[in-house]
């Protein structure tokens, strides 16, 4: 029997969560502020990917990605969706309009020092832990996305799959895309590479420089699981269950 991985299932974009101080800083109203969180959270995937036990751990980031995206690069000229107002702390909406009413270079360092940073600490100090406990770290960055291109995606195909893997060159193996495209393929879903999104988490301490931290994108298509066209989160399709069910098992041979 092959010694079980430590898994770390990062959970990044789930949460609708907006601190007052950084909600009165939004120009937005209420019911627009809603739209944007309807459009770009990852709804449920807290749920979906929920699968804890004695090998695998759910982290997920605790406030919306509209106080601070952690997957984007802290810095402006480093991060393409930069150039649509959407880098680690956004200054536009999804269509382009204004969200802050102002972001000083000294409120976008509070930001990212309150909100970003920490976490990322945390995320890296929890894969030193996995790799101490086990020798060898995967993590799940898990996604979802909708079934048509928002106005800021870089991808602006209409096809969409229903499962996108995302990867990084040094830190997903072929053999793990192989494994989870056969899987996906298997349940009946179609399955794309780095379409319509791509890359995968990595704790900077570890980037480009230990293959023992392996780190592998998913992202599900939010039709399989919610109304979508127009988006309604309250409404959860019969297959919510499912998919559930399907990611567990997938994550589970993936270890």
């Given at each position: 029997?092959?010694p079980?991985?430590?898994?770390?299932?990062?959970?990044?974009?789930?949460?609708?969560?907006?601190?007052?101080?950084?909600?009165?800083?939004?120009?937005?109203?209420?019911?627009?502020?809603?739209?944007?969180?309807?459009?770009?959270?990852?709804?449920?995937?807290?749920?979906?990917?929920?699968?804890?036990?004695?090998?695998?751990?759910?982290?997920?980031?605790?406030?919306?990605?509209?106080?601070?995206?952690?997957?984007?690069?802290?810095?402006?000229?480093?991060?393409p969706?930069?150039?649509?107002?959407?880098?680690?702390?956004?200054?536009?909406?999804?269509?382009?309009?204004?969200?802050?009413?102002?972001?000083?270079?000294?409120?976008?360092?509070?930001?990212?020092?309150?909100?970003?940073?920490?976490?990322?600490?945390?995320?890296?100090?929890?894969?030193?832990?996995?790799?101490?406990?086990?020798?060898?770290v995967?993590i799940?960055?898990?996604?979802?996305?909708?079934?048509?291109?928002?106005?800021?995606?870089?991808?602006?195909?209409?096809?969409?799959?229903?499962?996108?893997?995302?990867?990084?060159?040094?830190?997903?193996?072929?053999?793990?895309?192989?494994?989870?495209?056969?899987?996906?393929?298997?349940?009946?879903?179609?399955?794309?590479?780095?379409?319509?999104?791509?890359?995968?988490?990595?704790?900077l301490?570890?980037?480009?420089?230990?293959?023992?931290?392996?780190?592998?994108?998913?992202?599900?298509?939010?039709?399989?699981?919610?109304?979508?066209?127009?988006?309604?989160?309250?409404?959860?399709?019969?297959?919510?269950?499912?998919?559930?069910?399907?990611?567990?098992?997938?994550?589970?041979?993936?270890?």
């Open positions: 029997m092959k079980v991985t430590s898994t770390i299932v990062h959970i990044p974009h789930a949460s609708r969560t907006i601190p007052d101080d950084v909600r009165s800083s939004f120009c937005l109203r209420d019911r627009e502020l809603e739209d944007e969180l309807d459009r770009l959270t990852d709804h449920y995937t807290d749920e979906q990917f929920s699968i804890e036990n004695d090998s695998v751990s759910v982290r997920r980031y605790p406030v919306s990605r509209y106080v601070a995206d952690l997957e984007r690069f802290s810095d402006d000229n480093l991060e969706m930069s150039k649509y107002g959407q880098g680690a702390v956004y200054v536009r909406t999804v269509d382009g309009g204004v969200l802050r009413r102002r972001c000083s270079v000294k409120d976008r360092a509070r930001l990212l020092n309150d909100y970003y940073w920490p976490h990322h600490r945390r995320l890296e100090a929890f894969t030193s832990q996995a790799l101490e406990a086990s020798g060898s995967l799940i960055d898990a996604h979802s996305f909708p079934s048509r291109p928002l106005p800021v995606d870089l991808d602006q195909h209409l096809e969409r799959p229903d499962i996108c893997i995302g990867t990084d060159g040094f830190h997903t193996p072929d053999s793990l895309v192989e494994l989870l495209t056969q899987c996906f393929v298997e349940e009946d879903l179609s399955v794309s590479v780095n379409k319509p999104y791509a890359g995968t988490i990595v704790p301490q570890y980037y480009g420089k230990d293959s023992r931290v392996k780190s592998v994108m998913i992202e599900i298509n939010r039709s399989l699981y919610l109304c979508d066209e127009p988006v309604d989160i309250s409404k959860k399709e019969p297959e919510f269950s499912q998919l559930q069910n399907i990611l567990k098992r997938i994550i589970t041979q993936a270890q």
